[in-house]
């Protein structure tokens, strides 16, 4: 049977999974806690990682390769980029990239290191499967461009640099890294976010107003897919 990972960076992200969730055990493996749990007859494992791209690749690759996870759904918060995105919406990532990965001094472009690509492609039928369950809901979901980087982004100058040189949607902390383990390890993976802010000088007073509305957004939506996940 298909094992699912569902991961989050914070406690706040997994945390209305949990309550939902059914025959939850707590493992605890290489300094993180790991849940085994079902949902709607699906095999589970739920885990936060901590913020950022170290921490989450860790998470991922151990929900792989430990829990043998063979899909991997994100789910969390963002700060916004495109402007039709306003608190609360969602985000489904089509690709990611690595905003803060600079060798650019070696005429790369930002984001790009060789034997390595600047996006990732999300998985089309997980995608998909995120469609079908928005367009049952009244909440607003766009697909886009997510990018990554080891900075809480609270200025328009930052904001702009990623619009122009990766045409980003919404960033966050963790997507992309998440994304290079689950390619390398060839497992299909999706990510979804909540905007909890709008990544400008009001960032930090947004995401601390926001972010335990906009993550149960983003939770309930993955249990609503997961239902629908073979
Ligand atoms: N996650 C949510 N909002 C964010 C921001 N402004 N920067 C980085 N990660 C975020």
């Given at each position: 049977?298909?094992?699912?990972?569902?991961?989050?960076?914070?406690?706040?992200?997994?945390?209305?999974?949990?309550?939902?969730?059914?025959?939850?055990?707590?493992?605890?493996?290489?300094?993180?806690?790991?849940?085994?749990?079902?949902?709607?007859?699906?095999?589970?494992?739920?885990?936060?990682?901590?913020?950022?791209?170290?921490?989450?690749?860790?998470?991922?690759?151990?929900?792989?390769?430990?829990?043998?996870?063979?899909?991997?759904?994100?789910?969390?918060?963002?700060?916004?980029?495109?402007?039709?995105?306003?608190?609360?919406?969602?985000?489904?990532?089509?690709k990611?990239?690595q905003?803060?990965l600079?060798?650019?001094?070696?005429?790369?472009?930002?984001?790009f290191?060789?034997?390595?690509?600047?996006?990732?492609?999300?998985?089309?039928?997980?995608?998909?499967?995120?469609?079908?369950?928005?367009?049952?809901?009244?909440?607003?979901?766009?697909?886009?461009?997510?990018?990554?980087?080891?900075?809480?982004?609270?200025?328009?100058?930052r904001?702009?640099?990623?619009?122009?040189?990766?045409?980003?949607?919404?960033?966050?902390?963790?997507?992309?890294?998440?994304?290079?383990?689950?390619?390398?390890?060839?497992?299909?993976?999706?990510?979804?976010?909540?905007?909890?802010?709008?990544?400008?000088?009001?960032?930090?007073?947004?995401?601390?107003?926001?972010?335990?509305?906009?993550?149960?957004?983003?939770?309930?939506?993955?249990?609503?897919?997961?239902?629908?996940?073979?």
């Amino acid at each position: 049977m298909s094992k699912i990972a569902i991961m989050g960076a914070m406690p706040e992200e997994i945390a209305p999974l949990l309550e939902r969730v059914e025959n939850v055990k707590k493992i605890e493996y290489a300094n993180n806690s790991y849940y085994e749990a079902s949902y709607k007859g699906k095999a589970l494992v739920i885990a936060y990682s901590k913020i950022g791209k170290v921490f989450s690749s860790l998470t991922a690759s151990t929900l792989l390769e430990k829990f043998a996870c063979d899909k991997l759904l994100f789910s969390g918060v963002a700060g916004a980029i495109n402007p039709a995105l306003k608190i609360g919406d969602l985000i489904i990532a089509d690709k990611l990239c690595q905003h803060d990965l600079d060798i650019s001094i070696f005429g790369h472009d930002f984001g790009f290191v060789p034997e390595g690509s600047k996006f990732l492609e999300t998985d089309k039928h997980l995608r998909a499967i995120a469609k079908e369950v928005a367009k049952k809901s009244s909440l607003s979901l766009i697909e886009g461009t997510i990018a990554t980087g080891d900075q809480f982004v609270a200025s328009n100058e930052r904001k702009e640099f990623i619009s122009k040189n990766f045409e980003a949607d919404a960033l966050e902390m963790e997507g992309a890294s998440v994304a290079v383990v689950c390619d390398a390890l060839d497992v299909p993976f999706f990510i979804l976010r909540a905007i909890s802010d709008t990544a400008n000088d009001d960032a930090g007073v947004d995401f601390d107003e926001f972010m335990v509305s906009s993550a149960k957004i983003s939770a309930n939506f993955i249990l609503d897919m997961v239902e629908k996940i073979d």
